[in-house]
């Protein structure tokens, strides 16, 4: 289509025809999910119109929900293939409806959740239970020989770096690499800026403990990671939890409102993919939630831990991508796609950099040099993307598997996350389940799963669960999920 024949299309204004264009370019597949649309640059050559014209309609296609911005990258196509080809399998499982938005209580209250985290813990360590309970990917499905290689031939040729004090921010070449694959989330960062840490849990404490001062209150999603609620515990912190959304993330009206009231002195998030929830955070209400940073002066924590595990979109964008003050600290990690045992975690500390150095210089001085070599050779070598491609395509399918058996199996009550990325499922059963009983007598059966009340700094969400889809896919996996769903009913 070229400029005259826009003319000719439109009964309205220039940049609607534009848009219907490329609308149409995405329903005939031309452009599919995930793909990026033509530049500005492109349509304005090809079509004879402004750029501001075709902003305007990008602008348009963006309120519509066809496409969607990303900082520095253009615009890309939004919606998931596996959505447009809904198979049968989808059409059953969603007759489960997803969990309602979460009402908290609306007070500050101290954590207490340690002493349930632990004693969990140490009753689900055995190898014969089945894992659904811990968020951890199954060895079978990380690229474990590449890395026993690497191991094996760094250890040899790199003696000084795998022996010496590697001190803080860290190795350069791995902060080098982590800056390149933060270009993908929106965020340009150099390797300077970036802070390499004993995994994201390492990270987390040290940006909550720059940033606040025992009694502090720290606004977290409601349900939330246990391990966040963990740190805030551990440091003397009080939890605020704010409704939250299993399709978008923390309710930023409520968000807004508690803001209002005062006392809340930092927040905690994980805007995409979070866990429990899967929630994902839409790129409008990440800006407006670092404008709430900035109104309030108020450091964010993003913990974007699962950010490059989008089922079938492109990775969306970090919180820290639309930060033009600093206002939030990006945590980061590699437990989740490479391995939770190289212990690779990372922050971007924003304006909160130099506090943030000097504790970790106070609490290790230095982190392992092998495994900082190993990571930055297998991100170096381009094994990074191929690892993150299989696992998103494994966890999107062991989502509808998961759900489909839960439809089948679980009461019909039951409200079940249809997450987006990451690599758990949320179920909320019936009102008047006790998880915890559930976990006992799961447990007979050689099932871990992770209670409700794990992910709330007060024991909320007694009857919810959690569940882990980075387990390979067997008989033995859909039984136990058939098995928990009759339980269930007793429990
Ligand atoms: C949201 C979130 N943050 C952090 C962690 C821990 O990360 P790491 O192993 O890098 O310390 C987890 C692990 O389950 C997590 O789910």
Not at 190 to 217: F, M, N, Q
Not at 328 to 349: D, E, F, N, Q, Y
Not at 455 to 479: D, I, M, Y
Request: aromatic share 6%.
């Amino acid at each position: 289509m070229n400029r005259a024949l826009l003319d000719k299309a439109i009964g309205g204004t220039l940049y609607e025809a534009v848009a219907s264009h490329i609308a149409k370019l995405i329903e005939s597949g031309t452009l599919c999910p995930g793909e990026r649309t033509p530049s500005v640059r492109q349509l304005r050559r090809q079509l004879s119109v402004s750029a501001s014209t075709v902003m305007e309609a990008y602008r348009l296609l963006e309120s519509r929900g066809l496409v969607r911005a990303r900082p520095q990258s253009g615009y890309f196509v939004r919606g998931s293939t596996a959505a447009r080809g809904k198979g049968r399998s989808d059409a059953a499982a969603s007759t489960l409806p997803e969990p309602s938005v979460s009402r908290p209580s609306p007070l500050a209250e101290p954590v207490a959740v340690a002493d349930l985290a632990a004693s969990l813990a140490a009753r689900i360590g055995h190898s014969n239970v089945l894992q659904l309970g811990p968020a951890v990917p199954a060895a079978d499905l990380l690229p474990v020989e590449a890395l026993s290689r690497l191991y094996g031939r760094l250890a040899r040729r790199s003696r000084e770096t795998v022996h010496g004090y590697i001190t803080p921010p860290g190795y350069l070449p791995l902060r080098r690499q982590i800056a390149r694959r933060l270009i993908d989330a929106g965020c340009n960062r150099s390797p300077d800026d970036i802070l390499i840490t004993h995994g994201a849990t390492e990270a987390v404490h040290l940006c909550l403990r720059a940033i606040t001062r025992p009694g502090d209150v720290v606004a977290v999603e409601s349900p939330t990671y246990y391990g966040s609620l963990e740190a805030i515990e551990s440091l003397g912190l009080r939890a605020q939890a704010i409704p939250t959304s299993a399709r978008e993330g923390m309710d930023l009206d409520a968000l807004e409102r508690a803001l209002h009231a005062g006392g809340i002195r930092a927040i905690l998030i994980s805007c995409n993919f979070a866990n429990p929830l899967g929630s994902i955070m839409s790129d409008d209400n990440k800006r407006r939630l670092i404008q709430l940073a900035k109104t309030y002066r108020l450091p964010v924590i993003d913990d974007d831990i699962y950010g490059d595990l989008a089922f079938d979109e492109e990775r969306p964008a970090a919180l820290a991508a639309f930060d033009d003050e600093g206002w939030v600290l990006a945590v980061g990690s590699l437990s989740k796609t490479v391995s939770p045992g190289l212990r690779i975690g990372w922050c971007c500390p924003g304006r909160f950099a130099g506090q943030v150095l000097r504790l970790k210089l106070a609490a290790s001085h230095a982190n392992a040099g092998m495994a900082q070599l190993v990571a930055a050779t297998f991100l170096a070598e381009g094994r990074y993307e191929r690892q993150v491609r299989r696992l998103r395509r494994y966890y999107a399918q062991q989502a509808e598997r998961f759900r489909e058996v839960v439809v089948e199996a679980f009461p019909s009550t039951t409200r079940v996350t249809k997450p987006r990325g990451g690599h758990v499922l949320w179920i909320e059963a019936p009102v008047g389940v006790d998880s915890l009983r559930l976990y006992d007598r799961a447990l007979t059966h050689r099932i871990s799963i992770a209670p409700g009340p794990l992910f709330s700094a007060t024991g909320e969400h007694r009857h919810c669960l959690r569940l882990n889809l980075a387990v390979p896919w067997s008989g033995e996996v859909k039984q136990a999920l058939s098995t928990l769903g009759t339980l269930l009913t007793v429990c």
